[in-house]
């Protein structure tokens, strides 16, 4: 009883064309047409899709549902990462250890997050007396958003180093530019795609080699004299707030040799989340940036929010603070909802096989992709409003007086942008509460508009949505 098969009439090649050639709309006349789930031929293989009604129960389904196995078919990153990490290699400690020591202590880092996003506007966007245009502005961000990782990963030594900012902004876009030109091989089969990016990191045309060594160059002297302060102190010392010292007190990175062999398990382990968390958190950045800058009608609003908490503030934030800043929010959550990706967060069947409360049974090894854009713009979910960008769909007002806002971070069927169930991504109150910070800075120093005037459109790339590379226009408020 598996899923329907669309029909498809060439051989090898199958649904691949018409994926490539528009998934937007390809995959909304197969919904249509065949409900949900639904499978395609594509790349060389057989892909379930599940829409709003039965995507949850892939994600609430981990222990069967792989997404690490998945995501390596398209992008094979744990494999690279896997050649630093020899000794040590859980990604289920990596998760726990963001949730633990950066989600649930964000107080303790938020001066550091404002500092480290303020720099980085005064250095990439500055004083903008007369209106500047800004193309391509996904490269600002992300050197922005990369200040506080690497302060938080790193600690305020490393993080000072400007070859350290540069290595984490771009480590990421390097490997996923790469990897997205080549998914044409998959025509012959998924596994060309797959050799061919483990070929370009062998042989070094993927260079992470090159972040390796600024690594290396900058932390491995902070790490020898933190390991020597812990010998010589003992129980007196003082572990400082970031993921290298709580890393280098853990008993799987304990050691008193600081060899190139220790400093590569470090990499591998730093570098995974860098990799994890900059580019995404960059493009939710810009794609609300864009959202903001081409909607007049939601300016003076937004602005007042920003104005009445950084007065109350003093300029500077708290959680409590950033809590408040519901307007923010809802803007940030309804660009995520607007400008989610087509199809996305890939699962691979481990278990012998699947069914569905509907039914539909498929079978072990299949690949499932949720069909994002199916549950965020759906009117079971938002109304016949939709279509339409409304942040303040977010607050639920009642006839009491009473409202409620469901924040950005909290996941449910209408809005899996960070996925679900337990294994949800751990780091999107960090992402979120930067994304806030920076928007809020970004907002009370300049206007911001779309150089068109108008809302821009997404640059879509197979299945995944970017924002647009078009100008945007800053002019300082006074
Ligand atoms: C807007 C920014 C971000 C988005 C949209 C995003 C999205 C996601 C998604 C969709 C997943 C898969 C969840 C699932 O399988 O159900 C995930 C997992 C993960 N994310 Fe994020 N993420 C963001 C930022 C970050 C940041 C800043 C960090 C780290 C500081 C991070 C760390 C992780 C980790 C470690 C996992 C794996 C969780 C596990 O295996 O249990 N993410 N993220």
New binding site residues.
Partial sequence: NEPPLVPYHIPFIGHTYNFLNGSENFLRKCKEKYGEPFSLYIFGTVVTFTGYETSTEV?KN?DIFD??SAVDKIFPISPVFRIFNKKFHS??F??R??HEQ??SKLNLYFSRIQKEILFGIEKYFGKCEEPKVFRNTSHMLSRIIARP?ANILLGEEASQFEDIVESFSIVENKILTKCLITPMLSFIHRSFHTSFITLLFKFGLISIVGHRDTFVKRCKPIVEERIHQRKKLGEKYIQKEDLLDFYLGDPHFKTDVVDDQYMDELFGHLY??VF???N??T???GFALFDYAGRPELWDEIYEEQLKIHNESNGILSTEDVHKMVKLDCLIKES?RCSTDIA??P?ILTDNSFTFSNGATIPKGREVYVYMRDLAFNNNFFGETSNEFQPKRHITSYPNGKTVHLPSTK?DKSF?????????????F???N??KIALHKLILRYKIRTESGKVDPARIILTLAYPPNSGLIFEDRN
């Fill in positions: 994600l981990s997404f690490y990604l289920e990596t998760a250890v963001v950066i989600s990782v995974w989340l994890v968390s900059i995404a958190t493009k939710a950045l995520l996305a967060i699962h996941v899996m942008t960070f996925g679900g169930g337990k294994r949800a991504c751990p780091g999107r960090f992402a979120i930067e994304i």
